[in-house]
């Protein structure tokens, strides 16, 4: 693939530094998840990170058991009762995750050039000499040369708190490293990730799949991040043991991408997944430094053409303790903007960081600011060209609803739609103004009871660039007469003009099904 498609073909329109930030309901098109954690977990901080422009929590199962973060969620349902904004549940795996084990919870000390030994013997105490590791296989994995990193937060890029060891023997089941530079551990349990080196753990843990079925079912999660994904056949079996727990089975399933094994079978992973996390804590220690921005953009660029959503992890790491971002970091959140992320996931600076809500509000900004200068006009030829022809049925309807909105400089793009297939094809063409995607529940029986789906489609729109969604009176089918879509509309214009993003005389593109046939209108609002 060549790089050229890429870059901007036109030179960036500069905005005038003392050009106002339009404060609107919308603060950004780009979505942002947020970590809940220690810091990040009280019904006031919540509702301030969601008012910031949370619209996805992450409860991150490597840490804390399922009693603490039950608490945290109940808080979160409080939050969006009261602050009456949206919010989907992530569920994050532990997955293939080698971790040393340290019971005593003492600070270690490792000094660059001393020797230290990791073994599978966890009846020691880890030390500076020894560490005690919770995977067996580790010394039939790596070889002499090998390189091991250890940290406490995965990899912070802090020589203080992470570790570089290189293999310089294995001894039956122990691996000796020389230690490459000076840090210190601290805490119960450290990541300990082998680059470049397939490890022979499941990625649906044991643990992993416990969790899911009992506090997964219960709280009916909207996306399941399936961390260590290697292959395709990772996501079918995540697929299949989800497909059996009747309210989960239509959980999204987020490949999360953090070795080179995730990387080099990409392209079949993004196939069965639903969407794409690439973990650029990990990515950046197993591959090349110099290799992972090319790779971020491949990936991307692959995502965006597949119109499924992109996330990127790893960008404000600073923000953990201090209250604005490096110069490169706010950089890098603008380039993932322009490569076409559609949400960027905020780990440590909202689990464990001092300014939670800060880092969300300064993240959405950039992330605002990047979305004006986007080339969409170049990026919606691609999209086309690389969808080709005969374009199937829907794949035209959402491309011309788009072509519209920006010809007659519409205020924003309202999509009836029951699966949402519909909104998140308009959404993958990247127009300029926000999607409001009408989700219309469906009547659904298991010959036992009825019930309306429409909740889980709803909410799986906060995670698609540009989507904004609204649940509709289930009264009003989506394939019914003119009439009634005529009193949706009435409601879903009505929403907009709440939110502050629709005024009178503006116009508005609507996208709807008439009986057997998909329509696109212009409407122009009155007084």
């Known amino acids: 693939m060549p790089s050229s498609h890429l870059l901007l073909e036109e030179p960036i329109r500069m905005v005038s530094i003392l050009e106002p930030s339009k404060q609107s309901f919308f603060p950004a098109m780009t979505k942002i998840v947020g970590t809940l954690g220690p810091k990040s977990r009280s019904v006031e901080t919540i509702s301030s990170c969601l008012k910031a422009g949370m619209s996805v929590a992450r409860f991150d199962f490597s840490w804390h058991d399922p009693e603490y973060h039950q608490e945290t969620l109940e808080n979160l349902k409080v939050a969006i009762k009261s602050t009456k904004k949206l919010c989907a549940v992530m569920l994050d795996t532990v997955g293939a995750e080698m971790q040393v084990v340290n019971k005593s919870e003492k600070a270690i000390s490792l000094e660059a050039n001393g020797q230290v030994v990791l073994t599978p013997d966890r009846g020691h105490e880890a030390s500076s000499e020894i560490l005690p590791i919770n995977f067996d296989g580790l010394a039939k994995a790596v070889k002499k040369g090998d390189t091991i990193f250890i940290g406490q937060y995965l990899f912070t890029g802090s020589e203080t708190t992470s570790v570089w060891l290189e293999v310089t023997e294995v001894k039956e089941q122990d691996v000796v490293c020389i230690i490459k530079n000076s840090a210190t551990l601290a805490g119960a349990l450290f990541t300990l990730h082998a680059s470049q080196i397939h490890i022979d753990l499941p990625t649906l843990t044991e643990k992993d799949k416990e969790v899911i079925s009992t506090w997964g079912v219960k709280n009916k999660i909207d996306f399941l991040s399936l961390s260590y994904t290697r292959h395709a056949e990772d996501v079918r079996q995540a697929r299949e043991f989800l497909s059996k727990l009747g309210d989960i089975s239509q959980t999204q399933i987020f490949a999360k991408i953090e070795n080179v094994e995730g990387l080099t079978h990409f392209d079949e992973i993004l196939q069965e997944a639903d969407g794409i996390i690439l973990s650029r804590g990990n990515l950046g220690i197993d591959l090349p430094p110099e290799k992972v921005f090319l790779f971020q953009k491949s990936a991307l660029y692959k995502c965006n053409m597949a119109g499924k959503p992109a996330v990127l992890t790893r960008v404000v790491d600073s923000m953990t303790e201090n209250l604005r971002p490096t110069r490169a970091e706010a950089t890098d959140v603008a380039n993932a903007v322009l490569d076409g992320s559609d949400a960027i996931l905020l780990g440590a600076e909202t689990l464990r960081g001092l300014y939670p809500v800060e880092t969300i509000s300064t993240v959405g900004r950039i992330c605002s600011e990047a979305e004006k200068v986007f080339n969409q006009d170049l990026y919606f030829k691609k999209t086309v060209k690389y969808v080709g022809e005969p ?134 609002l009155e007084d």
């Open 391 to 524: 374009m199937s049925h829907l794949e035209s309807i959402a491309s011309s609803a788009v072509r519209a909105a920006i010809k007659v400089k519409a205020s924003i793009i309202i999509c009836f739609t029951s699966s949402g297939r519909a909104a998140r094809l308009i959404a993958k063409y990247r127009p300029t103004m926000p999607v409001l995607s009408v989700v219309i529940p469906r009547l659904k029986t298991n010959q036992l009871k009825w019930s309306f789906s429409g909740a889980f489609e709803a909410r799986q729109s906060l995670l698609v660039r540009g989507l904004f969604p609204m649940l509709a009176d289930p009264r009003h089918p989506a394939e019914s007469t003119s009439a009634t879509n005529e009193s949706i509309l009435k409601v879903a214009l009505d929403h907009g003009k709440a939110l502050g993003v629709i005024k009178s005389h503006d116009r508005v593109v609507v996208c709807q099904k008439l009986g057997d046939a998909s329509v696109v209108k212009i409407i122009e």
